[in-house]
C-alpha cells in the first residue's frame, strides 16, 4: 500500500528552458507520452487501492447489506474497553465532577456533589462523532479513501470524550500515576500539570510521576515524584518533561508487578506509537489478572503521525519553530551568490512537519519528504533544478524531513533503544552532493541548518497549549468512566475516545495525492523529481 500511494498522485511537469532545439521538441513529444502514462498509472493506481481497501476488510459488495455489515464490524472494532468487560458487576458511583458548584471534594460529599437540579455537562456514552465527513463521490477525487469501488459514503462512528455522569472509581481510593516515555515534545508539562489538576478536582489525593518513562517502573534508584496542583502550577511555562524521558524499559510482566506493589488503578501514559503499543500491552495484562486498573493513553509525537487524529500535541509548536531555521536558510541562501540553503527537520516516516513548515514559511523551493521518492541526479532531478533556480532566481532554499532519501544513504541496519531504524543524516548527504554537482559549474554557496532537538525542546504554543489542555482533562474523565485500553485524540475538532490498537495499527503518513501535499507542491513550485 505504501507504494501504491506513492505511485498515486505522480505527475510530469515539464522543466522550464530558456531555448528551445529540435532536441528539445523531442524530450517535448516523449514528454508527454511519459505525461499519458503516468496519468493512466495514476488511473490504475487508484483502481488498485480501492480493490486493496476492498480485499482488506473482505466485504462481498454482490451482499445488497454489506453497508450495515461493515458498520457493525466497525462499531465492533472501535468499541473501547470498559473495566465491566472484566468485572461485571464493577459499581458505578454519581460523578464527583460537577462544575455548577465549585466547593472542593471532602469525605462529607464523597459520593458526589450536592444539586438541586441535574448538571448538564456530561457526555451520554452513547454520543458519537463522525470519523470521515468528506463523501467523496469519485474514487479519482484528491485524496479518496473509498471502501467500495463506488465509493459509497458509508457513516463510520467513534466514541466521544468527556465527563460521564456515572464514575467507576472512588476518588478517595485512587492512586493515579502519569508516565511520559519516548522522546521529548512541546506540551508534555502542559499534559501532566492537567492530568494532576483534573483528578484533583475529581478528589484523589495520591498522584504520582514515574521517572524517565517504563524504566522508572524497575529501576530501584529511581523514586516516584509526589504531584500535586502546586507541585505543576507553573511547569507548562517550560518545554521538556518534568518527569523525564527514556526509550524502552522493563518486561510487560514486570512493569504490571510494580503498579500492583504501588497500589496504581489509574495510569496516565504520554508517547507514541511504541509507548501506546507499551501501554496497550500493559491493559491486555491487567485484564489477564484481573486487576481494576485503568490505562489511558494522550498520543504524543512531534511527527503527527498517529492514525485518525487530526493532530498531536506538540506539532503545531515544531511547525512553529521551524519558520526560525527555514528563515535563516533563506537569509543566508538570498544574502549569498548563488546561495542554497536547507534545513531538515523531523519526521522520520512521515512528511508532515516539512510539509506544513513549508506552507507556512512561503520560502521553500523544494519540499523532500518519506513519502515522495525523487532522483537526486539526471535531467529531472533535484540538483538539475536547484540549478535552474540558481540560474533564473539566484537563490534556493531547500526543506528535506529526516526520513527522505534514506536510499541515497548507506544502511547500518543499528536499531535504537525504542527499535526504530537508526537514520542516515541526509541534510549533511544533500550538501555534500550538492557542492560536488556545481562544483564544476560555477559553484554555489551551500549553508546547512539542523535544528532538530531545538524544535523538540521548547515550550508549546497557545494552539498546542489548549490541545494539552483538553486532551488531559479528557484522559481523566475516561479513567473514571471505567474505559481503559483507550488513548484520546482530537477528531474532525471533536475529542473522541479511540481504542489503542486502532490507532498503532501502522503510522499515519502524507498521502501524495492528498490535497495537502497538492497545495505544498503549489506553492514551492517544484516539480516531480522522477
Not at 338 to 344: A, E, H, P, S
Request: hydrophobic share 40%; aromatic share 8%.
Amino acid at each position: 500500500m505504501e507504494m501504491l500511494s506513492s505511485a498515486i498522485g505522480q505527475k510530469a511537469i515539464l522543466p522550464l528552458t530558456t531555448t528551445t532545439t529540435h532536441t528539445d521538441h523531442q524530450d517535448l513529444f516523449f514528454r508527454s507520452v511519459k505525461l499519458k502514462t503516468v496519468r493512466n498509472l495514476n488511473k490504475t493506481c487508484r483502481k488498485m487501492r480501492i480493490q486493496v481497501q476492498a480485499a482488506g476488510n473482505n466485504i462481498d459488495f454482490s451482499d445488497p447489506n454489506w453497508k450495515l455489515k461493515y458498520q457493525r464490524e466497525f462499531e465492533a472494532r472501535f468499541n473501547i474497553p470498559h473495566i465491566t468487560d472484566v468485572f461485571p458487576d464493577a459499581v458505578s458511583y454519581p460523578s464527583t465532577f460537577c462544575l455548577k458548584m465549585r466547593t472542593p471534594v471532602s469525605e462529607e460529599f464523597a459520593e458526589g456533589y450536592p444539586s438541586d437540579e441535574k448538571w448538564h455537562g456530561y457526555i451520554n456514552n452513547n454520543d458519537r462523532v463522525l470519523l470521515k465527513v468528506i463523501n467523496y463521490s469519485s474514487p479519482s477525487s484528491a485524496g479518496a479513501e473509498c471502501i467500495d469501488p463506488n465509493c459509497s459514503w458509508v457513516e463510520q462512528w467513534v466514541h466521544r470524550a468527556g465527563p460521564r455522569e456515572k464514575i467507576f472509581f472512588k476518588p478517595e481510593e485512587v492512586k493515579a500515576a502519569i508516565v511520559t516515555c519516548g522522546g521529548l515534545c512541546p506540551g508534555l508539562n502542559d499534559v501532566i500539570r492537567q492530568i494532576v489538576i483534573t483528578l484533583e478536582i475529581y478528589g484523589v489525593k495520591q498522584i504520582v510521576g514515574i521517572p524517565f518513562g517504563y524504566r522508572g517502573f524497575s529501576e530501584k534508584d529511581l523514586a516516584e515524584m509526589p504531584l500535586s496542583r502546586k507541585v505543576v502550577q507553573n511547569v507548562h511555562l517550560s518545554g521538556g518533561s518534568l518527569l523525564g524521558v527514556s526509550r524502552g524499559g522493563p518486561k510487560v510482566s514486570d512493569i504490571v508487578d510494580s503498579i500492583q506493589e504501588r497500589g496504581i488503578n489509574m495510569l496516565f501514559v504520554l508517547g507514541g506509537n511504541g509507548t501506546h503499543a507499551g501501554a496497550n500491552a500493559i491493559h491486555d495484562e491487567c485484564r489477564r489478572r484481573r486487576i481494576k486498573v485503568a490505562v489511558v493513553g494522550v498520543p504524543k509525537t512531534i511527527d503527527n503521525d498517529i492514525m485518525l487524529m487530526d493532530k498531536t500535541f506538540g506539532f503545531d509548536t515544531a511547525v512553529e519553530e521551524a519558520q526560525r531555521a527555514i528563515n535563516s536558510a533563506y537569509i543566508e541562501a538570498h544574502s549569498a551568490y548563488r546561495g542554497i540553503g536547507i534545513v531538515k527537520l523531523m519526521g522520520r516516516s512521515s512528511g508532515f512537519i516539512a510539509m506544513q513548515a513549508s506552507l507556512a514559511s512561503g520560502q521553500i523551493d523544494i519540499c523532500l519528504i518519506p513519502e515522495v521518492p525523487f532522483n537526486l541526479h539526471g535531467p529531472h532531478g533535484v540538483l538539475r533544478h536547484l540549478r535552474y533556480l540558481l540560474e533564473t532566481k539566484g537563490s534556493a532554499v531547500v526543506c528535506a524531513a529526516e526520513g527522505a532519501g534514506q536510499d541515497f544513504l548507506e544502511k547500518t541496519n543499528a536499531k535504537d533503544a525504542s527499535g526504530n531504524a537508526v537514520l542516515g543524516d541526509i541534510g549533511v548527504y544533500l550538501q555534500q552532493e550538492i557542492k560536488k554537482y556545481f562544483k564544476e559549474i560555477g559553484g554555489a554557496d551551500v549553508k546547512y541548518i539542523d535544528p532538530t532537538y531545538m524544535i523538540r525542546a521548547c515550550r508549546a504554543n497557545a494552539s498546542d497549549g489548549i490541545l494539552c489542555t483538553v486532551l488531559g482533562q479528557n484522559a481523566v474523565h475516561g479513567a473514571f468512566a471505567g474505559y481503559s485500553g483507550i488513548t484520546v485524540g482530537i477528531c474532525n475538532t471533536h475529542y473522541v475516545y479511540f481504542p489503542i490498537p486502532e490507532v498503532i495499527s501502522k503510522p499515519r503518513v502524507v498521502d501524495p495525492n492528498s490535497r495537502m501535499w497538492h497545495r505544498c507542491l503549489t506553492s514551492t513550485g517544484q516539480p516531480d523529481f522522477l
